[in-house]
T-cell receptor, first 110, second 115 residues
Framework: EDKVVQSPLSLVVHEGDTVTLNCSYE??????LLWYKQEKKAPTFLFML????IEKKSGRLSSILDKKELFSILNITATQTGDSAIYLC??????????FGKGTKLSVKP | KAGVTQTPRYLIKTRGQQVTLSCSPI?????VSWYQQTPGQGLQFLFE???????NKGNFPGRFSGRQFSNSRSEMNVSTLELGDSALYLC??????????????FGNGTRLTVT
């Protein structure tokens, strides 16, 4: 059965800390892995990863995929209170299936 | 470019009723997919429509159905509502179908409460 597992489920840090969020998966015919940030309603797109070992970067956020070990990490450096959100990992299969993890709830304290 | 628009934002219904939710995708996007989000189960895939055809369906009962119009707008219908259907319903659009490498863009969702 296809599954995506995120860890930790929740995390509390202080401003300025660096965090690493994990996403492991077992999905038939892997196509891509996506990261989203959900604050109140709509998840907003962060990254899409299709190739192993190539880091994607956007400001203080970066992500990398390991297709051999079937996982991805999302790093956030110098965290700010505005980074508080649920971070969702989703994996697409080429058959059109899309599986989400349950998310990591990140709380950044001032 | 306008984002994905979902209406209504909030709905309160009673058990046994039916409900229709609407989703207008980003202009030019042909794929619309629907998701149910609850605290216990997270985000779960309902179904995807691409060029007016249902391409994939998640593990939900037949009470959940949808359709897509020629302008790519989509509707989702839930009949014979149950208390457990209370959730945030999100739709997402993308240029290509779910099996492609097009990223998904989500709407703000419809919060459905069943009493």
């Amino acid at each position: 059965e296809d599954k995506v597992v995120q860890s930790p489920l929740s995390l509390v840090v202080h401003e300025g800390d660096t965090v690493t969020l994990n996403c492991s998966y077992e999905v038939t015919n892997f196509r891509s892995l996506l990261w989203y940030k959900q604050e109140k309603k709509a998840p907003t797109f962060l990254f899409m990863l299709t190739s192993s070992g190539i880091e994607k970067k956007s400001g203080r956020l970066s992500s990398i995929l390991d297709k051999k070990e079937l996982f991805s990490i999302l790093n956030i450096t110098a965290t700010q209170t505005g980074d508080s959100a649920i971070y969702l990992c989703a994996v697409k299969g080429s058959q059109g299936n899309l599986i989400f993890g349950k998310g990591t709830k990140l709380s950044v304290k001032p | 470019k306008a984002g994905v628009t979902q209406t209504p934002r909030y709905l309160i219904k009673t058990r046994g009723q039916q409900v229709t939710l609407s989703c207008s995708p980003i202009s030019g996007h042909r794929s619309v997919s629907w998701y149910q989000q609850t605290p216990g189960q997270g985000l779960q895939f309902l179904f995807e429509y691409f060029s007016e055809t249902q391409r994939n369906k998640g593990n939900f009962p037949g009470r959940f159905s949808g359709r897509q119009f020629s302008n790519s707008r989509s509707e989702m219908n839930v009949s014979t509502l149950e208390l457990g259907d209370s959730a945030l319903y999100l739709c997402a659009s993308s240029f290509g179908p779910l099996g492609s490498n097009s990223p998904l863009h989500f709407g703000n969702g419809t919060r459905l409460t069943v009493t």
